[in-house]
């Protein structure tokens, strides 16, 4: 069988030592074999449908073609359009892509960047926010130092508290045109739906909101924490709608909250935008079949996940490189204004 023929098989019937039909057939080293015997030893492996083990071949030269993507949820529309992005960038680059998800923990972060290590990828693109405490970032960081001390490279899309490459979001930024917008059509009270306490995207989005709002003269929001997911916008929506005083408008910490929450007010009865309206951020593909069309910041996902990628194929260089990706406030149905 094909599979079974192996790299000696390969020198004996083009008559070469073994040592010289490995670095024939290994591109890198092509310059130390003249030419003829390049070609024989090639012939040979043609003849005998020889197919090199690609991972041993890598682990030669020290690093194989595969790129770590990891994220905390892949069934996230957020992640999975990013990794649109890497897959692509990746594919031109001739490099394959293993992608990993912490499930939100931040210890399995570090286990997944010191398995990627010990597999010897190229590169580790981290996808996602800052969550975790003191300790366990220092953990993150010293796995990261480690793999780029072996020759791997690293970028982060998110924040930049890593000290490597990142793709910077523009969450406060972009949560704070948001809030300026809805002013502009006449929203004065508004309500947060603002994902977990610790988690650093929504930390940045709910900082963005306080602090539009307060530079504008509104009243401080009325915030509910909950989980990024349609389960935690519904959840925190519910608990909101028990109690949610004049709010005139929801923002959400980002898209699949506020696709909950839109559910939460559906099943209570609340209509949107009639009784209050709704805004959520990244604007993520599964909004086009929502209604009412939900007002959102767009991000760029696939290029953000591009761009990273381009950054783990570029030399190392002494200075992290820092590419700032901004929001961009889309207007829809959910926010006719008052």
């Known amino acids: 069988m094909a599979g079974q023929v192996t790299l000696s098989d390969v020198a004996r019937e083009a008559g070469v030592s073994l040592a010289t039909a490995s670095r024939a057939l290994n591109g890198s080293a092509n310059r130390t074999v003249g030419a003829e015997l390049r070609q024989r030893v090639q012939a040979a492996a043609t003849r005998l449908r020889y197919s090199p083990d690609g991972i041993a071949q890598a682990m030669a ?37 293993t992608l990993a998800s912490t499930r939100h923990d931040p210890e399995r972060e570090v286990e997944i960047v010191r398995l990627l290590e010990r597999q010897r990828a190229r590169a580790v693109i981290l996808a996602g926010a800052r969550q975790g405490d003191e300790a366990t970032e220092a953990a993150v960081r010293a796995a990261l130092d480690a793999f780029r001390s072996v020759g791997g490279t690293v970028a982060v899309i998110g924040q930049d508290t890593l000290g490597t490459d990142a793709v ?57 924490a909950g989980d990024l997911t349609r389960d935690g916008g519904y959840a925190a929506m519910g608990r909101l709608l ?17 696709v909950g929450a839109l559910a939460a007010a559906r099943d209570a009865g609340v209509s949107v935008p009639g009784d209050l309206a709704v805004a959520g951020f990244d604007d993520i593909e599964t909004l086009r079949d929502v209604t009412p069309g939900l007002t959102t910041v767009r991000l760029p996902l696939a290029h953000i996940g591009a761009v990273a990628t381009r950054l783990v194929l570029q030399p190392p260089s002494a200075d992290p490189s820092l590419v700032p990706v901004p929001g961009e406030v889309v207007l829809r149905q959910s926010t006719p204004g008052r």
Request: with cysteine.
């Open 168 to 224: 910077v979001v523009g969450n406060r930024e972009g949560a704070a045109d948001l809030v300026r917008a809805l002013h502009g059509r006449g929203y004065r009270r508004f309500a947060v739906l603002g994902g977990p306490e610790r988690h650093a995207t929504a930390a940045d989005r709910r900082a963005g909101f306080v602090e539009a709002l307060a530079e504008l003269g509104c009243p401080p929001p009325r915030h509910v």
């Open 242 to 258: 028990a109690d949610r005083g004049d709010a005139e408008v929801v923002l959400a910490a980002n898209d699949v909250m506020a």
């Open 61 to 97: 030269r020290g690093r194989t073609t595969s790129l770590g993507l990891v994220v905390h949820d892949v069934a996230d529309p957020y992640f999975a359009a990013i990794a649109a992005g890497v897959t692509e960038a990746a594919d031109e680059a001739g490099l394959m892509v």
